[in-house]
């Protein structure tokens, strides 16, 4: 798999979400190894599952390129523009200790998705995003001090109305001003929000930090209509050599839906 490396988005948790690996931990571990994956990326809830799953990774041989954080926020209702600034604060205490964890265990970032709330819950847009603004110029100045990444997620309209475009992930990061905020670009959301998707990467550049492969149906790359080697074509055009992480609904089963995508990244690669 020239110029990038593959991961897969995996939970040792109950999860309420559907786009992630939830079977057995060490045998989702086996299957990506087995398949010549580089890394696992772990979407938990407790800072302490994060050291669990590092170790267990370890022992495969494969790394955390990103650390998911939207449990929080499904589980618990955790979220960083919620109008109780009580909730806020449990908001901003979790992934401060995921930070910590991650800088702990040499994960390649944290990711604030679904965390940063709905936009709905505060009294207006435009406060949810001033809230934000705020939460993410603490957690990042953090972040910094750790020496960790974090991933921001432009989210499709349906989940959030905070961030859904490169173009507003871009502004965000602008106003921000801090050199460990990233964008972590999703071709599920971007498949819905952008009008050109290979157009949008090229111009976040070298602001992505991460990446998420979904086909145009949450399924694995290939199920659906998204033209895979056209987009990574465009990944490529930024200089990205990171990872790219399937995060995907596991059908029709675990095994099929990671070698899919790792064949859709070595078809799609092979002429770059």
């Known amino acids: 798999m020239p110029r990038f490396k593959a991961a897969m988005v995996a939970t040792p ?20 190894k087995g398949l010549d994956f580089d890394g696992v990326e772990v979407s938990v809830l407790e800072p302490e599952q994060l050291v669990f799953s590092a170790a267990m990774a370890k022992e495969y041989s494969l790394e955390i390129p990103a650390v998911g954080t939207g449990l929080n926020f499904l589980h618990y209702g955790l979220s960083l523009t919620h109008p109780d600034p009580g909730v806020r604060g449990r908001a901003q205490e979790r992934l ?3 930070i910590d964890a ?68 871009l502004r965000l990061l602008d106003e921000i001003g801090c050199g460990a905020l990233y964008l972590l670009l ?54 990205y050599t990171g990872y790219v992480s399937a995060e995907v609904i596991v059908k029709p089963d675990l095994e099929t839906a990671a070698r899919l995508t790792a064949n859709v990244l070595r078809v799609a690669t092979s002429g770059l």
């Not at 157009?199 to 086909?215: E, K, L, P, V």
């Open 186 to 239: 999703d071709t599920f959301h971007m498949n819905i929000e952008e009008r050109v998707v290979e157009d949008s990467i090229r111009q976040a550049g070298t602001r992505i930090g991460h990446f998420h492969i979904a086909d145009s149906n949450r399924l694995a790359p290939g199920l659906g209509h998204l033209n895979f080697g056209s987009i990574l074509a465009a990944l490529a055009d930024t200089g």
């Open 102 to 169: 991650a800088a702990r265990v040499g994960a390649g970032g944290v990711i604030i998705g679904l965390i940063r709330g709905r936009g709905d819950e505060a009294p207006s847009l435009e406060a949810a995003y001033e809230l934000l603004k705020g939460q993410l110029a603490e957690l990042c100045a953090h972040a910094e001090r750790q020496g960790v990444r974090l991933f921001l997620e432009p989210l499709n309209r349906y989940e959030s109305r905070l961030v859904n475009t490169v173009a507003d992930g």
């Open 13 to 32: 948790v109950k999860a309420r979400f559907e786009a992630v690996a939830k079977e057995d931990f060490a045998k989702v571990l086996a299957i990506l």
């Open 96 to 98: 401060k200790q995921l």
